[in-house]
């Protein structure tokens, strides 16, 4: 998807442990790879790339500003790792693309509408695959992939991937008999837990009355 969306890089030398100081100072450890283009390991400002990545996602293509670079290449989010508690990004991975050559991405899917089941209360919503692998060229992939569900208007309907309409921008690859979304009945799951609940009191009742008959002696 064609974006304005840009981020300027510093060539950066601290590696390793010692990273540690630049995220100190605000600043997120990053590498640059891609086809045709030698890795490189940058820096930028933390705040910056977290008000982009809000923005672009994975699926949306960055101009990256390289000094010693006079062109600017165009890039995609890779992957991101998080702080295991604080989920805070600690380094992120671009990928630089050509603009001419056709690229597999993963892009999500989000769900519109409202199921009239569900919207009643007599259904709740099962998610499947909620990501959908699409071929295209780098600036036709759109963010997400819309998926209507107000169809889902008995519990016996469900969503795949092949119920998605063809698009001129892009090819499915992921398999047309894929799950998206489906209706499971919420009587039957309350039903479940009620069953449940009953059944708790039985079994702990002997230990009830022992306790009452040993306070008795």
Do not use: W
């Not at 940058?42 to 809000?54: E, G, H, I, K, P």
């Not at 990256?64 to 290449?73: A, E, F, N, Q, S």
């Amino acid at each position: 998807m064609t974006t304005d969306l840009s981020l300027d890089m510093e060539i950066r030398e601290v590696t390793g442990k010692k990273v540690k100081r630049l995220r100190q100072e605000g600043l997120l450890p990053a590498t640059i790879y891609g086809k045709d283009f030698s890795p490189l390991t940058v820096q930028l400002d933390s705040r910056a790339f977290s008000t982009v990545y809000q923005q672009s996602g994975r699926t949306a293509l960055i101009k990256l500003t390289i000094p010693g670079m006079k062109k600017r290449p165009s890039a995609f989010v890779q992957d991101i790792q998080r702080h295991p508690v604080k989920r805070d990004i600690l380094h992120a991975d671009f990928r630089v693309v050509d603009l001419t050559v056709e690229i597999n991405a993963e892009v999500p899917v989000a769900l519109v509408g409202t199921s009239p089941l569900v919207e009643r209360g007599d259904a709740v919503i099962n998610h499947g695959h909620s990501t959908v692998e699409i071929r295209a060229l780098p600036e036709k992939v759109p963010q997400h992939l819309e998926l209507d569900i107000s169809v889902l208007d008995s519990l016996d309907k469900s969503i795949h991937v092949g119920d998605l309409p063809p698009h001129d921008d892009y090819v499915v690859n992921t398999a047309p008999e894929t799950l998206l979304v489906s209706l499971s009945q919420v009587r039957a799951a309350v039903a479940a837990a009620d069953e449940e609940a009953e059944e708790e009191p039985t079994a702990a009742e002997p230990a009830l009355i022992r306790k009452e008959r040993e306070e008795e002696e």
